[in-house]
């Protein structure tokens, strides 16, 4: 009788180890979920820097890393066009304000300070702008990835004795 019980549950451990494997090779596992935290990402208690995670996201779920990819670039062009903008702006507005003092007396450096002015506010705003897509984008990949790659499927094991005496597992989804 022991002999059958440990062939029993030999068999038993043989069959979770390949049924682990299989669902695992299927995607039925459930991989641990991303948490965003402030500019790093934090899963199994690991914290990871945006390349680090672009890295594991490369790996693990191409559309997470072609949305997240896409947004940091856009979060890059957008703080270039801020930066950009701000200091166009900076100095259209200070040729305007010494344009308006009496400084410089020439109309085309009041055109050009209008121009500078307006060019830069509106590049300020196109940076804001890529900056809110961009970042809503890579916010977007991580839930995707929670959703796609750590979504914990609702499974129950059954166990008990079939008809015959043997230990019977079944797995219901």
Partial sequence: ?????????????????????????????????????????????????KREFKGYLKNTCPEAFELFSNGHKLSIAGWSCFGVGLAVNSVGSSLLYS??????????MLDLSYTLTSLGSGTTIAGITCLAVGYTRMHKAVNLYNIEKAHRPDLRWIYGLNGRGEISVALQF
């Avoid at 390949?18 to 899963?43: E, F, H, N, T, W």
């Avoid at 344009?99 to 085309?108: D, N, P």
């Fill in 99 to 108: 344009c308006l003092r009496g400084e410089i007396k020439q109309r085309y």
């Fill in 1 to 49: 009788m022991r002999t059958f019980i440990s062939r029993a549950l030999a068999a038993k451990k043989k069959f979770l180890v390949i049924l682990a494997a299989v669902m695992v090779s299927a995607g039925m596992m459930a991989q641990s979920p991303v948490y965003r935290v402030g500019d790093k990402y934090m899963m199994d208690g690991t914290l990871m820097n």
